[in-house]
């Protein structure tokens, strides 16, 4: 009895075991066939739009993602779009005849840094030189959204739509306070009077410390952000200033309208709807046919030039990202870990084929010691 038992046990085991490997082999065929669906080139019409919309963050690596949560619930992925794939993607348009102009709807975009929008200016240079329009397209702008489309030769808005010029802050909470009502001690071991990461343990408020290095480095972006939409959109800094600072009484002087105001301050060209949008585009480009859509995504164009792409070289510059807050150990990409990156560097000092390294930064803090590996 105990011996029939037991072997029931044995072939239970056996089969849980054989599913579980068959359903992994199964998920890894999904994963891949996806993929490969996801690659497949489509046709670029001869009379194109390069329609631009990225989302999420723009990173130059992207983060890496669980595949059982990339198939089971792909809602909780990071949304992030590669640095890379915008800027090789603007290139190729510049030098592409089926491409008639480039279009940037920056709405999604959740977060972009500075430097990332200097390398999209810079190719959007070459599409300017090649004497293809750019255009952007917004139903409304926050700060970072807007300095990316100030490069373009017109800025069309919906008329409901804003453009959100604030200046940057820091903002902290102190709780010295409250730990000291709570009877809580923090022992705090720090070196230099601008260290101030642990400042809310032991202050009530921003020490003059970090009230001069914050005013430098916020002061020296929010210079670079004026000086760049005043060089743009030709407009004198001082009323790009006047926007941010006095944008309650200027609102009220256009009965609230907040597109009527930007477009009244210089920031944008035009107003239009959707369909006004695109009666726009016909009429400068009467070879478009916008009634079968000759927008082409990001991917989708990229996938239709594989061909275009640079072929790989040697002797290689070879390119190591540092994305991500730096930290200690071994990490997947879009982290940037001391180990992993350590790695990478010293893979490419061994190869023979690899005659120069690019590191590229894209991080904001993180670990002294991971920084020195």
Known sequence: MFGKIFRGIARLIRFIRSAFVNGIFLLVIVLIVASLNQLQPDTVPENAVLWLEPSGSIVEQYSFNDPLVKLLNPDQLAQETSLTDIVQAIELAAADDRIKLVVITPDK????????????????????????????????????????????????????????????????????????????????????????????????????????????????????????????????????NAYANDYAALLQAHNG???????????VDSLATDEEFWTTLEQMFPSLKTDENPAVGLQAYLASNTSLK??????????????????????????????????????????????SVVLRVNSGVGSAVASEI
């Open 109 to 240: 975009i959740t977060h972009i840094g500075h430097s990332a929008i200097n390398s999209i200016h810079r190719a959007l240079d070459k599409v300017k030189a090649a004497g293809k329009p750019v255009l952007a397209r917004s139903r409304g702008m926050e700060q970072h959204q807007y300095l990316l489309t100030a490069k373009a030769d017109e800025i069309i808005i919906h008329p409901m739509a804003h453009v959100a010029i604030s200046g940057y802050g820091a903002y902290r909470d102190y709780m010295k306070s409250a730990l000291d009502k709570l009877s809580i001690d923090v022992h705090v071991f720090r070196v230099g009077d601008f260290k101030s990461a642990l400042e809310p343990f032991m202050r009530n408020s921003m020490s003059d410390e970090a009230k001069r290095a914050n005013q430098q480095l916020l002061g020296g972006l929010w210079r670079h952000y004026v000086d760049s939409v005043a060089a743009y959109r030709e407009l004198a800094p001082v009323d790009i």
């Open 257 to 267: 309208s907040t597109a009527e105001l930007a477009l009244a301050q210089g920031l």
């Open 310 to 355: 640079a072929p790989v070289i040697t002797p290689s510059v070879a390119v190591v990202t540092v994305e991500g807050a730096i930290i200690d150990g071994e990490a997947p990409p879009g982290t940037a870990a001391g180990d992993s990156v350590a790695k990478l560097l010293w893979d490419a000092k061994n190869r023979d084929d690899i005659k």
